[in-house]
T-cell receptor, first 111, second 109 residues
């Protein structure tokens, strides 16, 4: 089935550790996005990529990094510089019609 | 940047009731989408509606771009409609959506 797969579903980070969240899509979409959602809040844009080998910062990029080496994949690394990483992370992709399709999300907690 | 405000923040309905959710935005938009987030966190796109009216089953949406608001109508609500409804808007290219804080809907038997 076509869709967006995020893994893992749950992730725990130790102090000072970098962790990487996976996002893979088989929808043949060019654009991909990472959002952060805190409890009771809307989504905030971390990074986005409109084409392979290119990406731009969103509204809250500090403490995060991304890469876009393949069209299908857009991994997000939460670095040790992100002092408050506990949140729900959502990946999305967009095809030709501007509609955003989301993965099931990764819940990140700090040990 | 654009501000997106949703109302009401919380809503409790009896099954079968109708409701209207509102989204106000502070600037002209070229992209306006409504999403439903289920209790497990999955977001599903309901409508892409920068202007005009659309209907999909029991749901419909209207965006009045000149007055900077959008409405989502839910008719004959069901318990499966429970969750959070988000409005999101973009003013330029790149599909950089700004999300509102959502309307938490609970439909009771």
């Amino acid at each position: 089935d076509g869709g967006i797969t995020q893994s893992p579903k749950y992730l725990f980070r130790k102090e000072g550790q970098n962790v990487t969240l996976s996002c893979e899509q088989n929808l043949n979409h060019d654009a991909m996005y990472w959002y952060r959602q805190d409890p009771g809040q809307g989504l905030r844009l971390i990074y986005y990529s409109q084409i392979v080998n290119d990406f731009q910062k969103g509204d809250i990029a500090e403490g995060y990094s991304v890469s876009r080496e393949k069209k299908e994949s857009f991994p997000l690394t939460v670095t040790s510089a992100q002092k408050n990483p506990t949140a729900f992370y959502l990946c999305a992709s967009v095809g030709q019609v501007d509609i955003q399709y989301f993965g099931a999300g990764t819940r990140l907690s700090v040990l | 940047g654009i501000q997106v405000e949703q109302s009401p923040p919380d809503l409790i309905l009896q099954e079968g009731a109708n409701s209207t959710l509102r989204c106000n935005f502070s600037d002209s938009v070229n992209n306006l989408q409504w999403f439903h987030q289920n209790p497990w966190g999955q977001l599903i796109n309901l409508f892409y509606i920068p202007s005009g009216t659309k209907q999909n089953g029991r749901l419909s949406a209207t965006t009045v771009a000149t007055e900077r608001y959008s409405l989502l109508y839910i008719s004959s609500s069901q318990t499966t409609d429970s969750g959070v409804y988000f409005c999101a808007a973009d003013t330029g290219g790149g599909n950089k959506l700004t999300f509102g804080t959502g309307t938490q809907l609970k439909v009771e038997l």
